[in-house]
């Protein structure tokens, strides 16, 4: 299985831009990188999702390096209300009927005023 | 709007009894997930299901149980046979299971405890 790889922890200043980084060094080459995060006690939100190429929407950027073992999630000016557990995770296909999502412990990120 | 919907948000279980949570989406999605998440780690899948009238063990599916009768509707018993229960539990639709580039998206999850 493609795993990923996130530092525990980050703090980020209000207003500033947040660069959540994530390893994926054993990511085959038809898997998507997903970006997900999850504040206490709800589900988790979906964010963002690439292949190759950087992906942008209302929420973040996606930027993935060209060997694609690695990606960094941005949100531009971070809110107090971005304050929550990120998490990066591969897609995996499975000889079963569907495509793994593998949830790691993710990166906690704390916006500070 | 359209979502996904569990509930309830609370649920409390004596020892020895089943328990069902329910689990509804408007999106018009195929394919359902129920995940098991306990404290500080990530998210473990119970069973999926494609499509209406099928569904699949994941990874933890013993002393769970689940229907899918319609395709908005995939409710999850919590049987006695599950011996450590007490969790936050997340329902998740997507358009289908397979083809890496759809995202799962997930309700708000109901907290079972046992009393």
């Known amino acids: 299985d493609a795993k990923t790889t996130q530092p525990t922890s980050m703090d980020c200043a209000e207003g500033r831009a947040a660069n959540l980084p994530c390893n994926h060094s054993?990511?085959?080459?038809?898997?998507?990188v997903y970006w997900y995060r999850q504040i206490h006690s709800q589900g988790p939100q979906y964010i963002i999702h690439g292949l190759k190429n950087n992906e942008t929407n209302e929420m973040a950027s996606l930027i993935i390096t060209e060997d694609r073992k690695s990606s960094t999630l941005i949100l531009p000016h971070a809110t107090l209300r971005d304050t929550a557990v990120y998490y990066c995770i591969v897609r995996v296909p499975m000889k079963t009927s569907y495509d793994k999502v593998i949830f790691g412990p993710g990166t906690s990120l704390s916006v500070i005023p | 709007d359209g979502g996904i919907t569990q509930s309830p948000k609370y649920l409390f279980r004596k020892e020895g009894q089943n328990v069902t949570l329910s689990c509804e989406q408007n999106?018009?999605?195929?394919?359902m997930y129920w995940y098991r998440q306990d404290p500080g780690q990530g998210l473990r899948l119970i069973y999926y299901?494609?499509?209406?009238?099928?569904?699949q063990k994941g990874d933890i599916a013993e002393g769970y149980s689940v229907s899918r009768e319609k395709k908005e509707s995939f409710p999850l018993t919590v049987t006695s046979a599950q011996k450590n229960p007490t969790a936050f539990y997340l329902c998740a639709s997507s358009i289908s299971s397979r083809g890496s580039n759809q995202p799962q998206h997930f309700g708000d999850g109901t907290r079972l405890s046992i009393l």
């Open positions: 054993t990511i085959s080459g038809n898997e998507y």
């Open positions: 299901s494609q499509i209406v009238n099928d569904f």
């Open positions: 999106l018009n999605h195929d394919a």
